[in-house]
């Protein structure tokens, strides 16, 4: 990585991120103020693809699932190194996402995460397009759609859909930091659960079947066996994270809605818990309506709204060294972790990949508070060039 970094290009190139820092804090204003709420990215992601025109990249466009491509051809072509950061953000349309200047420090929802890092890319760009430096591999810059969330990964999953494109490196620019390297990825199965029936009056109709009984009935059965499966075993985890339905306090509800989010380290363990949820649903169900053998019985459904893969790639895989080495260049002190991010996708076929961070200081990530301070910022985007380049090989001068 020394013998790289003392490249005359990387050194330029190093020089010219310093140099081109408030145009990069120009463009996190620009994307942040862009709004891009769950599966309603387009705005900004039309946006982003004149920005990496701009940046110097003439081959931009986007897919069908709606992630923005901006390829760096290689002067040999027979790898594609993908470096990417996600264009929507976990808030929802109508939220005000003006970036706020408090001294030195912005503040509005999204300016972090992930818009931090679509700028990042965009610096990258427009250093090795100044210093003239070209790689031995393709380069995509990828801005992607649906990282979180319910958007369930939905623009990386299409990027390695089967017969997809060739893409033989996956890295990601997302989360805090300048020393994490995220090669293990945490899998999550996400449901959304309704319970029907008939309905009616709370006093006149009591006594009919209640979905609303039958959740509560359902959530105890769970929790309590999964309770004791997360005991022992890789570490797992579940959670019933949100509740709904009914009309009135007075009302016994037509139906009733829960979303259940299960995590696991492990594939086996998180298909296991997966399992374990179902069954415990239907059988939930089975014995609510056996307590009612008149009338209407009760109906439910399981709609999955989420799969997020889990698995790890080995620490001496070349990319995760190559990402460890880079941090270490800079002073930092690497270490390895496991996140849910745009990376589970390849790490559970077994490519390289890995996420790095967005460098600077921030907070307050999915909340309206959130806030970035530039403190250093352009080391984070130095670590990504020299990365980048590490990784898709750096062409000689006589190419």
């Known amino acids: 990585m020394e013998r790289l970094a003392s490249d005359p290009r990387i050194e330029a190139a190093f020089r010219i991120i310093e140099e081109i820092e408030p145009r990069t804090m120009e463009d996190l204003v620009t994307i942040t103020e862009i709004p891009a709420p769950p599966f309603m990215e387009d705005e900004r992601a039309e946006a982003y693809v004149e920005m990496l025109r701009d940046a110097g990249l003439d081959d931009v466009s986007r897919d069908d699932e709606g992630n923005v491509i ?7 072509g027979d790898r594609v190194i993908v470096v990417s950061a996600h264009l929507d953000t976990v808030f929802p349309e109508g939220t005000d996402v003006t970036v706020e200047f408090r001294g030195d420090t912005l503040f509005a929802p ?22 003239e ?50 090669n293990q990825a945490l899998g999550s199965l996400r449901y959304r659960v309704t319970f029907s029936g008939p309905g009616g009056h709370s006093w006149g109709d009591f006594g009919m079947v209640n979905p609303a009984h039958a959740q509560g009935l359902a959530v105890q059965l769970f929790t309590d066996r999964a309770r004791e499966f997360v005991a022992s075993g890789p570490r797992t985890s579940y959670n019933v994270g949100r509740q709904g339905g009914g009309t009135s306090v007075n009302s016994v509800p037509v139906d009733v809605w829960m979303e ?10 998180l298909q296991g818990i997966g399992e374990l949820f ?7 169900l089975d014995r609510y309506n056996a307590r009612h053998e008149e009338g209407p019985h009760l109906t439910v459904e399981l709609d999955r709204v989420g799969d997020r893969p889990s698995g790890e790639i080995a620490p001496d895989e070349p990319l995760v060294q190559r990402a460890m080495a880079a941090a270490a260049w800079f002073g930092g002190e690497p270490s390895l972790e496991r996140s849910s991010t745009d990376s589970n996708v390849p790490i559970s076929l077994g490519i390289p990949a890995a ?26 985007i130095q ?15 006589s190419d």
Do not use: C, Y
């Open 70 to 76: 901006g390829v760096r051809p290689g002067t040999v």
């Open 110 to 131: 999204g300016v972090g995460d992930d818009s931090r890092g679509l700028a990042m890319l965009l610096a990258v760009v427009r250093a090795m397009e100044q210093a």
């Open 133 to 182: 430096i070209e790689t031995e591999q393709d380069v995509w810059f990828v801005g992607t759609v649906g990282e979180e969330g319910l958007g369930d990964l939905r623009g990386v999953k299409h990027l390695f859909r089967e017969g997809g494109p060739q893409i033989d490196a996956f890295l990601s620019v997302d989360g805090p930091g300048d020393d994490r390297v995220i």
């Open 260 to 269: 259940v989010d299960m995590r696991s380290i492990d594939p086996d363990r």
């Open 278 to 284: 179902r069954e415990t649903m239907h059988e939930a």
């Open 355 to 380: 996420t790095v961070g967005r460098g600077g200081v921030g907070g307050g990530a999915h909340s309206l508070d959130e806030w970035w301070l530039n403190e250093d910022g352009h080391i984070a």
């Open 383 to 397: 670590r990504t060039l020299l990365l980048v380049v590490a990784e898709a090989g750096l062409a000689s001068e």
